[in-house]
């Protein structure tokens, strides 16, 4: 049973160019959410989506957005990226209304690097 | 969710028991605690998660004082690939995550 998988694992793109990020969640899962962990730091949560609705946001400006498709996989996508932007996103999933249950199930996570 | 705080870094001799603790006083009733690790450059890992009981499983078991205010995870007998960054996190029911700084453990030969 595959875990949460996203894609691609490594990417290098130029300030002021957009990303897109991508997370498949575990099997049963039908909750995705997106965090980014700086280097050093504990990863920061960005936002969460269930139904294909975004459901809860961190602190992100509106440059950070996202989208849920039918079959749960989740996209996240950057705009207008910054140097700061650099940093490993990380996708979680977990069926929702169990969080307290189960917790989440994290991916590798995408390391995306600004230059 | 409830604040917690950890002990920013230890170190642990391998084969020994490691005990990391977690303060989470402003925990509420309703809210578990849950204990991640992150092993350098991957996804965090769920180790064991609790409400009032103490909790073992093959990874670690973890205790909670009668209160809730706090907590350890501990590892009966340390390794090597033990080394990580571990989390204590206790959410608010239904919401997301919040990471602190974690505990960087440094399990030693």
């Known amino acids: 049973d595959a875990g949460v998988t996203q894609s691609p694992t490594h990417l290098i793109k130029t300030r002021g160019q957009q990303v897109t990020l991508r997370c498949s969640p575990k099997?049963?899962?039908?909750?995705v959410s997106w965090y980014q962990q700086a280097l050093g730091q504990g990863p920061q949560f960005i936002f969460q989506?269930?139904?294909?609705?975004?459901?809860q946001r961190g602190n992100f400006p509106d440059r950070f957005s996202g989208h849920q498709f039918p079959n749960y996989s989740s996209e996240l996508n950057v705009n207008a990226l910054l140097l700061g932007d650099s940093a490993l996103y990380l996708c979680?999933?977990?069926?929702?209304?169990?969080?307290?249950?189960?917790?989440?199930?994290f991916g590798s996570g995408t390391r995306l690097t600004v230059v | 969710d409830a604040k917690t705080t950890q002990p920013p870094s230890m170190d642990c001799a391998e084969g020994r028991a490691a005990n990391l603790p977690c303060n989470h006083s402003?925990?509420?009733?309703?809210?578990?605690v849950y204990w991640y690790r992150q092993i350098h450059s991957q996804g965090p890992q769920y180790i064991i998660h609790?409400?009032?009981n103490n909790e073992t499983n093959e990874m670690a078991s973890l205790i909670i004082t009668e209160d809730r205010k706090s907590s350890t995870l501990i590892l009966p007998h340390a390794t090597l690939r033990d080394t990580a960054v571990y989390y204590c996190?206790?959410?608010?029911?239904?919401?997301?995550?919040?990471f602190g700084p974690g505990t960087r453990l440094s399990v030693l030969p």
């Open positions: 979680a999933s977990s069926p929702q209304g169990t969080l307290a249950n189960y917790g989440y199930t």
């Open positions: 099997s049963g899962h039908d909750t």
């Open positions: 989506y269930y139904e294909e609705e975004e459901r």
């Open positions: 402003t925990i509420s009733g309703n809210e578990y």
């Open positions: 609790g409400l009032k």
């Open positions: 996190i206790a959410p608010i029911y239904g919401q997301n995550f919040v």
